[in-house]
């Protein structure tokens, strides 16, 4: 099983629609687990950490179900600027100071 | 704002060249990365520091060697830079613990002929 496995998309959606992308991991001792978006030719930012209890931010809502070894980002109302690469990533291992695993990224297009 | 800043945006370099690359961090993170970006490949982890003079190898450390001697400073060198070696570069620093993610430098695209 890969460390951070993605469906690569791409998701082609229209403007305001609501998009799911979905994530497992393969290390239940991971701890720490991210969103990040990439656009074209740029550097990935992050977008938002996921918390256990899940979170919220606008309209993106991140879950994690650690039993499955999921995480999930849901984005509600797509707007055009939203397409970009959406990359989940998890710490490789328990405990703090272990580097990142970022998963290859799901693509969406939001289409006017 | 965290700053990551690489030193070239565009780099070209000839087969069997020494090659550095620059990464500089402007808020005191203890750790820093180097990862390289390919089509379909994803981001793979060549090197990492947690502190000044301390390294540890990443996924794919072959050809590459790294030098931290500054807290803020973290440069990537390819020892005989070879075709199989073009790729997008991106270094990272985060904080102790990672908890807050990592901050990227824009990236140094290499390509080696």
């Known amino acids: 099983r890969k460390e951070v496995e993605q469906d690569p998309g791409p998701f082609n959606v229209p403007e305001g629609a609501t998009v799911a992308f979905n994530c497992t991991y393969s290390?239940?001792?991971?701890?720490?687990f991210f969103w990040y978006r990439q656009d074209c030719r740029k550097e990935p930012k992050l977008l938002m950490s996921?918390?256990?209890s899940g979170n919220e931010d606008g309209r993106f809502t991140a879950q994690l179900n650690r039993a499955s070894q999921y995480i999930s980002l849901l984005i509600r109302d797509s707007k055009l600027s939203d397409s970009a690469t959406y990359l989940c990533v998890v710490n490789r291992k328990g405990g703090g100071n272990t580097p990142l695993v970022f998963g290859k990224g799901t693509r969406l297009s939001v289409i006017a | 704002d965290v700053k990551v800043t690489q030193s070239s945006r565009y780099l070209v370099k000839r087969t069997g060249e020494k090659v550095f690359l620059e990464c500089v961090q402007d808020m005191d993170h203890e750790n820093m990365f180097w990862y390289r970006q390919d089509p379909g490949l994803g981001l793979r982890l060549i090197y990492f520091s947690y502190d000044v003079k301390m390294k540890e190898k990443g996924d794919i450390p072959e050809g590459y060697s790294v030098s931290r001697e500054k807290k803020e400073r973290f440069s990537l060198i390819l020892e005989s830079a070879s075709t199989n070696q073009t790729s997008m570069y991106l270094c990272a620093s985060s904080l102790t613990g990672g908890v807050y993610g990592y901050t990227f430098g824009s990236g140094t695209r290499l390509t080696v002929v």
């Open positions: 290390n239940s001792a991971s701890q720490s």
């Open positions: 996921v918390y256990s």
